[in-house]
């Protein structure tokens, strides 16, 4: 799935996406959400939901990396594309050794991108 993509099935969701910038805030937000579910459920023992919301950060993860430009993005698409990397090698780890700590890195990184986002953007 490409950004356009991704956009064009938000708008069909009846998603008010007045910004293309606030797609990207919202895959931040959804992932951020979706890692603190699955640190929940390995504080619970609930594998099923674990992996269930592991896959679903992983996804995100996933489709900002498929929405890197990095024509016109450069340094900072190549940066990007590493972070988001390392946060799908993470996300492995805690699913693989069910240890927090690993999600706790990811839910750094992912405060980290969107608090620099709404600076970068203005949202």
Known sequence: MT???????????????????KLILMLYEGALRFTHFAKKAI????????VKY?????????????????EKGGDIAYYLNGLYTHQLKLLAKANAENK???LDDVIRVL??????WKEETGL
């Open 54 to 70: 592991i896959i679903k950060t992983s996804n995100i993860f996933i489709e900002l990396i498929n929405s890197l430009d990095f």
């Open 43 to 50: 504080r619970e023992g609930d594998i099923e939901k674990k």
């Open 100 to 102: 927090e700590e690993y």
């Open 111 to 116: 405060k980290g991108l969107i608090e620099a």
């Open 3 to 21: 950004y356009n993509n991704a956009l064009d099935s938000y708008n069909q969701m009846n998603v008010n996406i007045d910004r293309p910038e």
